[in-house]
């Protein structure tokens, strides 16, 4: 039992929101560590008795001011803190930041120190913590990174699209206990964020899902636990009657997530994919092009998908949008960027992406000259050679060489709107923070060149964490530079949404590569919360500690996670589990589990499997699953947290079986196969049977998920297969039954 029972916290008379926060969670804290009994004072405290904290260095208390004479306070960050005793005998210790947000990280250190940790979906206290101390402190700890950020993916089932308000104030606060200190909110045009009129024509609403609905019947698996809900879907928009409501919802749910960061002195960052407005625009655009209209046999092969709020890529028919010589398609873009900023003023940042799936509808040499004539890029830069040299690129020439056609045109007009016709003049912000988001790395020279002032160059190298991870020496010339520049790092991907994922060892490399070099930060993409948790506990420790390696992470965080009898066990699987999930991203069963599930059945049966690939990959989940039910053996602490890798392991194994059938199913019908057409008795009768198996081995995999659902994620993810794998099953094999 520890000798102290009671703790006083003080703060300065001037102290901010932050700080009173800062001093309310470390009463909480202590409270649940030690069930000490806490008192906040505010104001000048002469003198101290008994164990007591300083919050914040705002003091004019000579207790304080005379123990801190030492303390360099100019060389502390916004986000760098100290923790300073400052009088021995009766154990009193100051926390301050060099601002509120600081004071609020340095409590959340305090607490680490006496064997807290902290993940996104949960808190890791000890049943027995470190022995409460306040001697023998002084030390000043800045981060490696000024901008370490978190952007849960907000238009999807899985990720942050349905949370409520609430989801998002609890989710902000965890990142703050992991000392991240800024949340991204992708503000998509296929979402209900933005409100505007162009030319007399009226933003349409947009909705979440991409506009796809998920109903809750009789037949939906895990129904149970929706609470008698008709509908997935987000609690906040659901309230709406009509399109004029639902923007109106969704703008000031936005709104409010910026106010709450502020509050938690957090910083919120705006993504906003400049080049990409709303179908309905995209198709007006043909109307109001005052160029002539493209040529659609010039994309007859292009990356094109319609979902029923957003068209992906170029629509042979409709790509006049994409002509950024056209004035209207300046003035569209223009008109849309100063309506993002003039609506959240708040925001700390606005990251202008490009299109995911892009290419040009107007000569990209053309494009080059006028840059190349305005900023004198060559010799220097040959662009004829970057332009052919695909091979240090993830993608295949045609992507490759389409993406850097379609990013010469981003930075084309990005550089008319900002540089040359002053936009941000035109907003209620006209210092706001820029930054150039998703241009190909081998486009730097370019992007460099005419870089506005107050921005950043946010680099994507490739998806996930491995790609970046292998290709981090492309920043290294940036960062020699002294360019501002942020990496931007799938920690959780869409592309095998539903596999386990790790990648501690990956952000390591990334971590030791960059922090030496001064990066300015990273943003870090997820969309299935508890997926992301341990590698977001290890990249929130690795930027305070640069020289942190997965092996000593391992060892402080893993004992605590699933108990000290199954942490080796614990961390064989999942350094396996990174290596199967690095062979996954390479390529090999790419997209197996990417989350539009319907189109993948599709393909599947169409198009076949390769068999050896996934026995491979099979193989190794299955002794990660071995490695895992042995730490569930020795547990029993922290046993839920093992729970939930071997069923993440267990579906991923069943998932790949499924994958099968349908290339069984396929086979059975024949590649060919389009609804309607007719089957031999044989074939019907051996595809209805295929259905019957895939259909009840997608319902075990449903009801696996449902037995251990822990976070909203967890009902997205029973949502999206219902709706887009087990429905979808089910109504295919209806029509065949039909004939």
């Not at 933005?194 to 809750?216: N, S, V, W």
Request: one cysteine or more.
């Amino acid at each position: 039992m520890c000798q102290h029972q009671m703790l006083t916290i003080i703060l300065g008379g001037s102290a901010d929101s932050v700080e009173k926060y800062a001093a309310e969670e470390l009463k909480k804290y202590v409270g649940l560590l030690y069930g000490f009994t806490a008192e906040i004072l505010t104001g000048p405290c002469p003198k101290v008795a008994g164990a007591s904290v300083f919050i914040g260095h705002d003091h004019d208390n000579p207790l304080v001011s005379g123990c801190t004479k030492g303390v360099s306070w100019e060389v502390l960050s916004s986000d760098g803190f100290v923790l300073k005793t400052i009088q021995v005998d009766s154990d009193v210790l100051l926390v301050a930041g060099g601002s509120g947000r600081g004071t609020l990280f340095g409590v959340y250190e305090l607490l680490e120190r006496w064997g807290a940790r902290f993940l996104l979906s949960d808190d890791l206290l000890p049943e027995k913590p470190r022995p409460f101390r306040l001697t023998g402190f002084d030390e000043t700890v800045n981060p490696a990174y000024s901008i370490r950020a978190i952007r849960p993916m907000a238009n999807v089932p899985e990720g942050a699209a349905p949370w409520d308000l609430s989801d998002f104030t609890d989710f902000i606060d965890r990142m703050a206990r992991l000392k991240y200190n800024a949340f991204v909110f992708v503000v998509q045009e296929s979402g209900p964020w933005l409100d505007y009129e162009f030319r007399g024509m009226k933003r349409p609403a947009g909705d979440i899902f991409y506009g796809y609905r998920i109903p809750i019947d009789d037949d939906f698996v895990g129904n149970e636990l929706f609470g008698g809900k008709r509908e997935f879907y987000n609690p906040i928009l659901a309230k709406a009657q009509n399109e004029e409501e639902r923007k109106k919802y969704g703008i000031e749910l936005v709104r409010a997530i910026i106010r709450h960061c502020k509050l938690r002195g957090l910083m919120s960052i705006m993504v906003f994919t400049l080049l990409e407005p709303p179908t309905a625009f995209k198709h007006q655009c043909n109307e109001w092009a005052s160029l002539p209209l493209p040529d659609p046999k010039l994309f007859a092969g292009s990356i094109f998908t319609v979902t029923p709020t957003e068209e992906f890529g170029i629509n042979p028919q409709y790509a006049a949008w994409m002509n950024v010589m056209d004035p209207t398609v300046q003035e569209l873009t223009s008109h849309r960027l100063k309506c993002l900023i003039n609506t959240y003023p708040d925001a700390d940042y606005y990251h202008l992406w490009v299109s995911e799936h892009r290419a040009t509808v107007v000569d990209h040499n053309h494009i080059f000259r006028l840059l190349d004539d305005k900023y004198q890029l060559s010799p220097e830069f040959d662009w004829d050679k970057v332009f052919d040299d695909y091979t240090s690129s993830p993608f295949d020439r045609n992507r490759y060489q389409d993406q850097m056609k379609g990013d010469l045109l981003f930075l084309y007009v990005l550089d008319k709107i900002l540089n040359e016709d002053k936009l941000l003049n035109q907003t209620v912000k006209p210092n706001a923070a820029i930054g150039i988001a998703g241009v190909m790395p081998q486009l730097a020279p370019i992007v460099t060149r005419l870089l506005p002032d107050n921005a950043t160059f946010v680099q994507f190298l490739d998806y996930g964490s491995h790609g970046p991870a292998d290709r981090i020496g492309r920043m290294a010339p940036l960062l020699q530079a002294g360019v501002p520049t942020t990496l931007e790092i799938g920690l959780h991907d869409d592309n095998n949404m539903y596999f386990p994922q790790a990648a501690v060892e990956s952000l390591e490399k990334i971590v030791k590569a960059t922090a030496p070099m001064n990066m300015l930060g990273y943003v870090v993409a997820i969309w299935q919360v508890r997926q992301s948790d341990i590698g977001a506990a290890y990249l929130g420790r690795a930027s305070w500690e640069p020289n942190l390696t997965a092996s000593e992470f391992y060892k402080d965080f893993l004992p605590r996670l699933v108990g000290p009898a199954a942490a080796e066990d614990f961390e064989h699987a999942h350094r396996m589990i990174e290596v199967v999930d690095r062979q996954v991203r390479g390529g090999i069963t790419y997209g197996y589990a990417f989350l539009l599930t319907s189109k993948l059945i599709k393909a599947f049966m169409q198009y076949g499997v390769d068999r050896n690939a996934i026995a491979d990959i099979r193989r190794q989940f299955l002794s990660a699953l071995e490695a895992l039910r042995a730490a569930r053996a020795k547990g029993p602490a922290r046993a839920p947290y093992v729970e939930f890798w071997i069923k993440r392991t267990q579906f991923a194994i069943e998932w790949m079986d499924m994958v099968c059938m349908c290339d069984d199913l396929g086979q059975i019908v024949g590649r060919e196969y389009q609804l309607g057409m007719p089957l031999s008795p044989e074939q019907r009768r051996n595809a209805l049977s295929t259905f019957d198996e895939i259909l009840s081995r997608l319902r075990s995999l449903i009801e696996l998920i449902a037995s251990d659902a822990g976070h909203i994620g967890d009902l997205g993810q029973i949502a999206n297969i219902n709706q887009h794998a087990y429905r979808h099953l089910r109504e295919l094999r209806a029509a065949i039954e039909g004939q």
